[in-house]
């Protein structure tokens, strides 16, 4: 029925009908119960998958879940999943994985409002000559191991929400080379083997594909992918409007998913530096994120030789909340020298900084000495605001990066303080060496403006 073919199915107390279909795939595979088969693999959460990966046939359900005992065996995972037993879900608890997420520029430590997982990884800055260093055994054994803990993590957070988990997977095409990898037979048939496995032995584990940024040629590319996709998959690919991929991102996963997105192309860089190289024609960003009542102040200069006009400077936030709203802070405008300015939240949310380079010779643009703090702001005796740093603390979220992304994303890390125990004396001191704050001019005061628009709009 219709209602089978919502984005999710409620494991308790929800749909009647998915409950019953659980229920009979359950006693359709009695054998495979009493062959002894492990009792996690009949999870509500992992029963559910195959069906809805089914579109909730019975008979088809039956015979992928089969297929998959099958896979299983053939390739040894029980031995592979007692490994994974109690490890928490990152990159280092699988061998070869940190590694693998660099070559693939991932980031998948995020997680949008509603429970979801977000995974963003930046295509154009994989490394696909290390990717190939990598032996097809070590390759497949992470990937096997990486899915299976990845399975163990959603099917935790499943059963404890009550709801089906799945991951929303942000692809970002910036500078990817769709030539290169369509006649590199060797990387299309590992990529035919993973997605294969995937489908066979994990369905139902990404609610939605987000693409961005797609780059000349790009239907070539998703004609050789869809004959290894199934329908379903298919149905979950969404494309971003280049004009509204902000607004479009946090509908979809919040500021978490801007924050994904700037971790994951970082990842692909190898010399990360304060400095930020906007080429001619493109938008760079930064992002840092602020707590309610907080002012969030910035710093940066111009390289000497750059100084023509032709970049433009803008500044917007991002609110949290249930309703996200993007405030513009400071408008496009030229900026030839140094730049300081400042913000106050009224509510926690996600600032964000663009340079977009209008120039229309190939010349790259320097931004230099790139600084962002977030402080307390409270009144002082007299009533005015006074500002003490503080350290920004984690909501599940990295709080304590900027990030920098190059049309789209690149963060650069701003480190804010240690120790056991700050105190506003010493982070003062700490806020101004670092950041070099007695030198910001305090007057270049930022004017909040209503509306709302992508960053970098001129």
Same mark, same amino acid.
């Given at each position: 029925?219709?209602?089978?073919?919502?984005?999710?199915?409620?494991?308790?107390?929800?749909?009647?009908?998915?409950?019953?279909?659980?229920?009979?795939?359950?006693?359709?595979?009695?054998?495979?119960?009493?062959?002894?088969?492990?009792?996690?693999?009949?999870?509500?959460?992992?029963?559910?998958?195959?069906?809805?990966?089914?579109?909730?046939?019975?008979?088809?359900?039956?015979?992928?879940?089969?297929?998959?005992?099958?896979?299983?065996?053939?390739?040894?995972?029980?031995?592979?999943?007692?490994?994974?037993?109690?490890?928490?879900?990152?990159?280092?608890?699988?061998?070869?994985?940190?590694?693998?997420?660099?070559?693939?520029?991932?980031?998948?430590?995020?997680?949008?409002?509603?429970?979801?997982?977000?995974?963003?990884?930046?295509?154009?800055?994989?490394?696909?000559?290390?990717?190939?260093?990598?032996?097809?055994?070590?390759?497949?054994?992470?990937?096997?191991?990486?899915?299976?803990?990845?399975?163990?993590?959603?099917?935790?957070?499943?059963?404890?929400?009550?709801?089906?988990?799945?991951?929303?997977?942000?692809?970002?095409?910036?500078?990817?080379?769709?030539?290169?990898?369509?006649?590199?037979?060797?990387?299309?048939?590992?990529?035919?083997?993973?997605?294969?496995?995937?489908?066979?032995?994990?369905?139902?584990?990404?609610?939605?594909?987000? %693409?961005?940024? +797609?780059?000349?040629?790009?239907?070539?590319? *998703? !004609?050789?992918?869809?004959?290894?996709?199934?329908? &379903? =998959?298919?149905?979950?690919?969404?494309?971003?409007?280049?004009?509204?991929?902000?607004?479009?991102?946090?509908?979809?996963?919040?500021?978490?998913?801007?924050?994904?997105?700037?971790?994951?192309?970082?990842?692909?860089?190898?010399?990360?530096?304060?400095?930020?190289?906007?080429?001619?024609?493109?938008?760079?960003?930064?992002?840092?994120?602020?707590?309610?009542?907080?002012?969030?102040?910035?710093?940066?200069?111009?390289?000497?030789?750059?100084?023509?006009?032709?970049?433009?400077?803008?500044?917007?936030?991002?609110?949290?909340?249930?309703?996200?709203?993007?405030?513009?802070?400071?408008?496009?405008?030229?900026?030839?020298?140094?730049?300081?300015?400042?913000?106050?939240?009224?509510?926690?949310? %996600?600032?964000? +900084?663009?340079?977009?380079?209008?120039?229309? *010779? !190939?010349?790259?643009?320097?931004?230099?000495?790139? &600084? =962002?703090?977030?402080?307390?702001?409270?009144?002082?005796?007299?009533?005015?605001?006074?500002?003490?740093?503080?350290?920004?603390?984690?909501?599940?979220?990295?709080?304590?990066?900027?990030?920098?992304?190059?049309?789209?994303?690149?963060?650069?890390?701003?480190?804010?303080?240690?120790?056991?125990?700050?105190?506003?004396?010493?982070?003062?001191?700490?806020?101004?060496?670092?950041?070099?704050?007695?030198?910001?001019?305090?007057?270049?005061?930022?004017?909040?403006?209503?509306?709302?628009?992508?960053?970098?709009?001129?």
């Amino acid at each position: 029925g219709k209602g089978h073919k919502n984005r999710y199915m409620e494991l308790r107390d929800g749909d009647e009908k998915a409950a019953a279909a659980r229920a009979a795939l359950f006693k359709e595979l009695a054998p495979e119960r009493e062959a002894g088969a492990p009792a996690y693999l009949f999870g509500e959460p992992r029963l559910q998958r195959f069906l809805q990966g089914n579109e909730f046939n019975l008979e088809d359900a039956a015979a992928h879940f089969r297929k998959m005992l099958q896979w299983r065996a053939q390739v040894g995972m029980e031995e592979r999943r007692q490994q994974l037993i109690g490890k928490p879900w990152s990159p280092d608890s699988v061998p070869g994985l940190r590694h693998l997420f660099q070559c693939l520029a991932v980031d998948a430590g995020g997680y949008a409002p509603d429970g979801n997982l977000v995974w963003a990884q930046c295509d154009g800055f994989a490394h696909f000559d290390k990717l190939m260093d990598i032996s097809d055994e070590d390759l497949l054994n992470t990937m096997y191991m990486m899915c299976e803990l990845r399975q163990i993590h959603l099917d935790d957070l499943s059963e404890r929400s009550g709801r089906l988990v799945k991951a929303v997977q942000f692809r970002d095409m910036t500078g990817f080379s769709i030539a290169k990898v369509l006649w590199d037979a060797k990387v299309m048939g590992r990529l035919k083997k993973v997605l294969s496995m995937v489908n066979l032995a994990f369905p139902e584990t990404v609610c939605k594909i987000v %693409l961005m940024n +797609l780059p000349p040629g790009f239907n070539l590319l *998703w !004609a050789a992918l869809q004959p290894m996709l199934n329908d &379903r =998959i298919r149905n979950k690919v969404k494309f971003l409007h280049k004009d509204k991929w902000i607004e479009e991102v946090i509908d979809l996963v919040g500021t978490s998913g801007l924050e994904a997105l700037v971790r994951a192309r970082r990842l692909g860089v190898e010399s990360p530096t304060v400095s930020i190289q906007v080429p001619s024609g493109m938008v760079e960003y930064a992002s840092h994120r602020v707590g309610a009542g907080q002012m969030a102040r910035w710093g940066f200069r111009i390289g000497p030789k750059d100084a023509g006009g032709s970049l433009r400077f803008s500044v917007v936030f991002v609110s949290e909340g249930d309703k996200h709203r993007v405030q513009q802070v400071r408008a496009a405008a030229p900026v030839t020298c140094t730049e300081t300015g400042k913000f106050t939240a009224k509510e926690p949310g %996600l600032l964000l +900084l663009a340079w977009t380079n209008c120039g229309t *010779w !190939a010349r790259t643009k320097q931004v230099e000495g790139l &600084r =962002i703090i977030a402080q307390d702001a409270q009144p002082d005796a007299m009533g005015r605001s006074a500002s003490t740093p503080q350290r920004l603390r984690s909501r599940g979220t990295r709080a304590d990066i900027c990030g920098c992304f190059g049309f789209l994303w690149s963060p650069i890390p701003i480190e804010v303080g240690d120790g056991a125990q700050p105190s506003p004396e010493a982070d003062m001191e700490l806020a101004r060496r670092r950041f070099h704050l007695d030198d910001a001019d305090d007057t270049d005061e930022t004017v909040p403006a209503g509306g709302a628009g992508p960053a970098g709009a001129p």
